[in-house]
């Protein structure tokens, strides 16, 4: 219940700080350190401190809603979004204050820029979170024209003056084929993600390069289209068993698409990795339950998701535009689902 004797002025004391950093706490600035935060958040909570929200965001002329715009069928498959959404809500927690607030950007809205204008003035938000980002979404431009702070998670902005944080697809594919060149696999085939994902083509590219750079053949048939989905995967497992001369290791452009994979071998008597070997990409919950577990990439997805969200709130309170581009590494998650091909 809120205690109207406790005041920031108290919680300062007690926390032998000045009252404009225990303000910072409560505005959400990444400032602040860590052990700072905890400190006055536990007094505050023991003092029964509540801020009053109504009156901080009309102070300071916010709305309190952060947008989360991503395309909402894209949430379905894997556990991509759940984790990011992990991330978002360490960055913004409930006692911050601020509200999430949905937008689909495959709805007509987000594709006309004069419309996307005004639902940005009608339902306002205080910034935007731009998760999933297709090739030839068109509304970042206009979003960046009427001085929307954004922050794109998960892909790379093709406009250096908008704010992204990405993963090092490149380096992980490429630690992959690695791997499974050093296990002895010639015969690499390769199920690619959407089309509509930039990071699914730079995953394709690198692992053709990488082919390309140990003089490796690629037979017809062994670049498959997917779109992400456990169906696309079922799909090209099928083709790539028919393929002759049938590959010893299959990778797939993400870990939805590899476990679908590893089911449709084993539903044809073909054991992973026995006789061929599996591998995936995004290391979500579901390739470490999977059977056999799933060699994959770890990508730090909740990490992003946390920095993107952090560096959008510094941003809003700070009343500038997020900038700059943040890759983070990912790394190679060795399992049961790869070993040396068969003599």
């Not at 969200?309 to 890759?327: D, E, F, H, Q, W």
Request: aromatic share 8%; glycine share 6%.
């Amino acid at each position: 219940m809120h205690n109207p004797h406790a005041t920031m002025d108290d919680i300062a004391r007690e926390c032998g700080l000045s009252k404009k950093t225990v303000s910072r706490v409560f505005c959400d600035s990444t400032a602040v350190k860590k052990a700072t935060r905890d400190k006055v958040m536990e007094v505050a909570k023991r003092l029964r401190y509540e801020v009053n929200i109504l009156a901080r965001n009309l102070n300071q002329n916010q709305s309190g809603f952060i947008g989360v715009a991503t395309p909402l069928d894209a949430m379905l498959p894997g556990n991509y979004f759940a984790e990011i959404f992990q991330g978002f809500r360490r960055a913004i927690p409930d006692e911050s204050g601020y509200i999430f607030a949905l937008f689909d950007t495959n709805s007509e809205s987000f594709n006309d820029g004069e419309k996307l204008a005004k639902l940005y003035r009608q339902r306002r938000v205080d910034g935007l979170l731009v998760v999933a980002l297709h090739t030839h979404d068109r509304f970042v431009g206009t979003l960046e024209q009427v001085h929307v702070p954004m922050v794109i998670v998960g892909e790379k902005s093709a406009n250096r003056s908008v704010c992204s944080v990405f993963c090092d697809d490149e380096f992980g594919i490429n630690q992959l084929c690695s791997y499974l060149y050093s296990l002895g696999h010639r015969r690499i085939a390769f199920v690619q993600g959407s089309n509509e994902y930039a990071t699914s083509l730079r995953r394709k590219e690198t692992f053709l390069q990488f082919m390309k750079s140990k003089g490796l053949e690629i037979p017809s048939g062994y670049i498959q289209p997917g779109d992400n989905s456990p169906r696309s995967g079922r799909a090209a497992a099928q083709i790539l068993l028919q393929t002759t001369p049938r590959p010893t290791a299959i990778m797939a452009g993400n870990d939805a698409m590899a476990i679908a994979i590893m089911e449709t071998l084993r539903a044809h008597n073909v054991r992973v990795p026995e006789d061929i070997s599996v591998t995936g990409f995004d290391d979500d919950t579901a390739s470490r339950q999977c059977s056999p577990l799933l060699t994959t990439a770890h990508q730090p997805i909740s990490d992003m998701g946390e920095f993107g969200a952090r560096k959008l709130i510094y941003a809003i309170n700070s009343k500038t535009l997020p900038r700059g581009n943040t890759m983070m590494e990912p790394s190679l998650i060795i399992r049961e689902s790869t070993a040396s091909p068969r003599p």
